[in-house]
């Protein structure tokens, strides 16, 4: 079945440092992935779309600059959290679809970013 | 506009009780896809289902099974002789032509099955 492997899974910073967070299909090309952010005990809030070979779409309220998508192939997007603050702190996961439209995302395991 | 509804925040059962989550939708769109996804304390989210909404026939796998009533707006989903590795959380969701195939997510309903 399709696979999204997503690194780190969990990761520590202080405040000011970036983090980056890689999404990676594994075996199938997606043209579009998505990264969710999910507070505990929340549902997932999109945050972006990604786009190979162009800017990412950015949901209403996200801050662009402060979350910086980059989608370099067909099998990578990653997601880099800018001079990262405490509220930052989340879990960030990443997802694709395999098909067309109307296929199911698979996800990645998830980010837990801790920022102290 | 398109919106989820899991109305359960959580439940807790005892092993080996069946149990079903519910899940109500709403949407202007005649195709539509409803799925469930399941959300296990390690935190990934792994897909159980897609229905699209020409297919009403209900769905059985195991002990998962899913009703789909287009008259209700409701797509539950039934876990029979209930484990406790069935404890996490699950997501019902939509997607459709109006949110342009982005997922609609429901709030979650949180199972919890005791030993």
């Known amino acids: 079945g399709a696979v999204v492997s997503q690194h780190p899974s969990w990761v520590i910073c202080k405040s000011g440092t970036s983090v980056k967070i890689e999404c990676r299909s594994l075996?199938?090309?997606?043209?579009?992935m998505f990264w969710y952010r999910q507070f505990p005990k929340q549902s997932l809030m999109l945050m972006a779309t990604s786009n190979e070979g162009s800017k990412a779409t950015y949901e209403q309220g996200v801050e662009k600059d402060k979350f910086l998508i980059n989608h370099a192939s067909l099998t990578l997007s990653t997601l880099t959290v800018t001079s990262a603050h405490p509220e930052d702190s989340s879990f960030y996961i990443c997802s694709a679809r395999r098909g067309p439209i109307n296929s199911p995302l698979h996800f990645g395991n998830g980010t837990r970013l801790t920022v102290t | 506009a398109q919106k989820v509804t899991q109305a359960q925040t959580e439940i807790s059962v005892v092993e080996k009780e069946d149990v079903t989550l519910d899940c109500v939708y709403e949407t202007r769109d005649t195709t539509y896809y409803l799925f469930w996804y399941k959300q296990p304390p390690s935190g990934e989210l792994v897909f159980l289902i897609r229905r699209n909404s020409f297919d009403e026939q209900n769905e059985i796998s195991g002990r998962y099974s899913w009703n789909f009533q287009k008259s209700t707006s409701s797509f539950n989903f039934t876990i029979t002789a209930s484990q406790v590795v069935d404890s996490a959380v699950y997501f019902c969701?939509?997607?459709?032509?109006?949110?342009?195939?982005?997922?609609?997510w429901g709030a979650g309903t949180k199972l919890i099955i005791k030993p």
């Open positions: 969701a939509l997607s459709g032509g109006d949110s342009n195939y982005q997922l609609i």
């Open positions: 075996d199938f090309q997606a043209t579009t």
